[in-house]
C-alpha cells in the first residue's frame, strides 16, 4: 500500500500527525503540504513532518495520489472545488474533519470522474492545535469513523480503512448522517456548553474564575479548543444541534423548576440517572 | 494545638482524610467517629482512622473539643440541633461543607453559649467518595475558604485557621454569602450542567455514550459525583444557582439563534471570548 506522492492540505495537529504517521512506515515517497502560513510550513518541513510544500494548492494536489484534507472543515467545500480539475485520476481524496453528514454528499459530488472521495474521522483532536503537538502515534488506539456511501469507490475504502487501521486507529463504519447524530450528542453538543459555561462565569464575575477547582477546570477544557475549527464544526451540523439544544434547555429548565420547588428528591432522581450513564464510560479522574 | 478528644460526625472522603491528617500530626488524643453505617465505621477504626465510634451521636459529640461536620450538607442543621445541648463548653464545631451562606449562620445560631462555630469549605473533594479514597494529604496544596461572620469567636477562628493551614490548605477568609456566590459560580453551577448534559445523552440514545470521547468523559466527570451529596449542594445555594442558570440559559439561547442564523462570525467571537477566559485557569488537559 506504498503511496508516490500524498498532499496535506492544513498541516496543523491533525495534518501533521498524519504526516508523520505515513513517515514512520514509509507509506509514502513524498509528503507535500498546503497551508496559509508559509512559517508553519517551513516548521513541518524542518521537522521532516512534510517533504515540500507550496502555496500554490493546485501545485501540491496535482501529482498526488492521496489528498488529505486537514484544514478547518468549514473550507473543505471550496478547497475541493478549487482542485478538483487538476485532480489526478485514480487518486484518492479523504478529510479528516469532525462533521461527516451532508458534507460527504457535497464533497463526493465534487469530484470529477475516477477521483474517489472517501469521508473519515479520526477521534484524536485535543484542545491543543498545531504542529507542536503532532506525532506520530498520535491515532495510535484512537477510534477512527470512516462514513462511505453508497457511491463510495470500494477499493479506495478499503486502502483507506486499511491505511487508519495501520496507524493504529479502531475503525468503524458509520453512515454520514449518523455519524453527526452521534458526534454532534458526544462532542459538539459539550463544545458548545463548555464555551457558554464559561461565557457565563465571565458575565457574572470572571474574577470568580481564580476560584475554579478541578471540577470546574475538566468541566471547560474543552472551551480551549480554538474558535475556528469549533465554529465551523457547529455551524455545519447545526441541524443536529439545534435539537440536542432543545432537548438540554428543558433539562437545564425542569432542574430549575425543581430547584424553585425545592424538590430534593426529584433533584436526587435526575442527578443519579446521570451518575449512572455516566458510570458507563468509565472514571477517568485525574 | 493538641486536641484532647476530637469527633467527626461523617466518616465519608472528608471527615476521614481529616482524620488521617490529624493522627498524622499527632494532633488529637482520640478521635471519634459517627456515622449511620456502622460497617464503614468498623472499617474506619480498623484503618485507624478514628480510635472508636458510636451510632449514638451524643456520645460521640459530648466530651469532644472539636466537632467536624461531614455529613452531607442537609443534615447539618438537624445534627447541629441534636447534638448542641450536650456540647462541651469551650469546645469548636466546624462543618467541612461545599455550600456556606445562610447555613452559616443557622448553624452559628444554634450553638449554646460558649461553644464556637466556625464555616470552612475546604475544596478538596472530588467525584470519588467514601473513606477507600481518604487520605492524610488530601488537604495539601488545596484551598480552603474559611467564612467567618461578625459573632465568629477570634480565638476559635485562629485555632481553625491554623490547623488548615498545618493539613497544608491555602487558607482563605470569605464572606458566607459571598463565598455561595462563587462557588454557586465556579462549582455547584458547572455539577448541573454535567448531570443535565448526561441526561440529555439518556434522553437522545444512551447508546451514544460508547462514542464518547475524552472531551466527553472531562466535560461530565463531575456528573460521576454523589446525588446526595450534590442534591443537598445545589438545594442549599438554589438562590445563587436561579440566577446563575438564567444566565447560562441565556448564553445557550443567543448560541442557538445564532446557529439558526448560521452566524459564523459571531459564533467564533463568543467561542474566542470563552477560549480567553478560560485560559486563565491553565491548560490541565490530560
Redesign the interface.
Known sequence: MKLNRVAIIGVGLIGASFGLALKERGLADEIYGFGRNEDNLKKAKARGIIDAYSTDITKVSSSADLVVLATPV?VFVEIAREISPFLKKGSIVIDVGSVKGRLVYELESIMPEGVHYVGTHP?AG???SGIEYARPDLFKDA?CIITPTEKTDPESLSFILELWKDFGCNVELIDPMKHD???G???H??????????????????E??????????????????S??L???I??YN?DN??K??E???K???E??RL??E?S?EK??E??????E??????????
Open positions: 468549514g477521534i485535543s484542545d491543543k477510534r447524530e452521534i458526534y450528542a458526544v462532542s453538543l459539550p463544545h458548545i456548553i463548555a464555551y457558554c459555561l464559561v461565557n457565563t462565569i465571565g458575565q457574572i464575575d470572571s470568580y474564575i481564580r476560584y475554579a477547582g478541578q471540577g470546574f477546570k475538566d468541566t471547560t477544557r474543552i472551551a480551549l479548543s474558535p475556528e469549533w465554529r465551523d457547529v455551524v447545526r444541534l439545534l440536542l439544544l432537548v438540554f434547555e433539562n437545564i429548565e432542574l430549575r430547584l424553585e425545592a430534593s433533584i436526587k435526575l442527578f443519579t440517572k446521570a451518575q450513564l455516566r458510570r458507563r464510560c468509565g472514571n477517568l479522574s485525574s
